[in-house]
T-cell receptor, first 114, second 115 residues
Framework: GAGVSQTPSNKVTEKGKYVELRCDPI?????LYWYRQSLGQGPEFLIY????????DSGLPNDRFFAVRPEGSVSTLKIQRTERGDSAVYLC????????????FGQGTRLTVV | AQTVTQSQPEMSVQEAETVTLSCTYD???????LFWYKQPPSRQMILVIR??????QNATENRFSVNFQKAAKSFSLKISDSQLGDTAMYFC????????????FGKGTKLTVNP
């Protein structure tokens, strides 16, 4: 596609439920990042994929958070047993690592846990 | 660990005037990039301007320019001839070259351009 696509745009879920957030990066971009942006804050790094592998998951807050990128393109961020504190905008970005340092962002998924 | 500080939570400017947004950062790295991103209400982060730390010359992109003071670890953004469409959140970000090349963001400055 022309840009990074994230679905859904908005997600409301009940506390304790499981959610999946999808990111479709720019075609050919090998690097993919997930960030979390809480209200009134800048985005915070969660996880980085180079191809299919999670090369850096140091930003994941706990083991309820997991992400995959099985074919090296689309990525899914999975959150188990959601808590109200997980409410935030989840941003995905992709880039051509090593050739161009510009990361292109999607419009994010606003997750609200009620 | 790197930190990025934006000390101005909100700023306003009249249309056609010039405004400067401040950013300081802390790092022990030598090889890094600095960025300014714009985030309108659509939530999509849009790259405004980029500075490579090894370049002494300040980056410019049309109405946007930076004042990069490496020794002081300061990276301010100047917007000239402000336009109503410049109204948005602006985030300063740091990226260390090598490794994951993840972005470390400041808390942002909300800029309002008034007609």
């Amino acid at each position: 596609g022309a840009g990074v696509s994230q679905t859904p745009s908005n997600k409301v879920t009940e506390k304790g439920k499981y959610v999946e957030l999808r990111c479709d990066p720019i075609s050919g971009h090998t690097a993919l990042y997930w960030y979390r942006q809480s209200l009134g804050q800048g985005p915070e790094f969660l996880i980085y994929f180079q191809g299919t592998g999670a090369a850096d998951d140091s930003g994941l807050p706990n083991d309820r958070f997991f992400a995959v990128r099985p074919e090296g393109s689309v990525s899914t961020l999975k959150i188990q047993r959601t808590e109200r504190g997980d409410s935030a905008v989840y941003l995905c970005a992709s880039s051509l690592r090593g050739l161009n340092t510009e990361a292109f962002f999607g419009q994010g998924t606003r997750l609200t846990v009620v | 660990a790197q930190t990025v500080t934006q000390s101005q939570p909100e700023m306003s400017v009249q249309e056609a005037e010039t405004v400067t947004l401040s950013c300081t950062y802390d790092t022990s790295e030598n090889n890094y990039y600095l960025f300014w991103y714009k985030q309108p209400p659509s939530r999509q982060m849009i790259l405004v301007i980029r500075q490579e730390a090894y370049k002494q010359q300040n980056a410019t992109e049309n109405r946007f320019s930076v004042n990069f003071q490496k020794a002081a670890k300061s990276f301010s953004l100047k917007i000239s001839d402000s336009q109503l469409g410049d109204t948005a959140m602006y985030f300063c970000a740091f990226m260390k070259r090598g490794g994951s090349e993840k972005l470390v963001f400041g808390k942002g400055t909300k800029l309002t351009v008034n007609p």
